[in-house]
C-alpha cells in the first residue's frame, strides 16, 4: 500500500515507500498548553537536516552496521 505523506517544511509530496523520512507524533498530556492533543510532523531528510543544523545541541549519530 503506497503511504504518502506532505513535508512540513517544504510542502513536498514524501512517498514513503521510495523516500526515508521522520515522522514526529507527540500526544500531548496534562500539564502543556496543549492538553490533549495529538500533533504530528513530517519531514523530508532536506527538511530535516536544515532543522537539525539550528539545534543548540547536536543531534548524536550512531553508525549502524546492520540494516534491521
Known sequence: ???TYICN???K???ADRQD???IQKEWGY????DMELHEICLCEEC???LV????IPVKVTE???AL
Open 1 to 3: 500500500m503506497k503511504q
Open 9 to 11: 517544511g517544504c510542502g
Open 13 to 15: 509530496k514524501i512517498n
Open 21 to 23: 523520512f521522520l515522522r
Open 31 to 34: 500539564f502543556s498548553k496543549k
Open 48 to 50: 530535516y537536516d536544515k
Open 53 to 56: 543544523s539550528v539545534l543548540e
Open 64 to 66: 549502524v552496521t546492520e
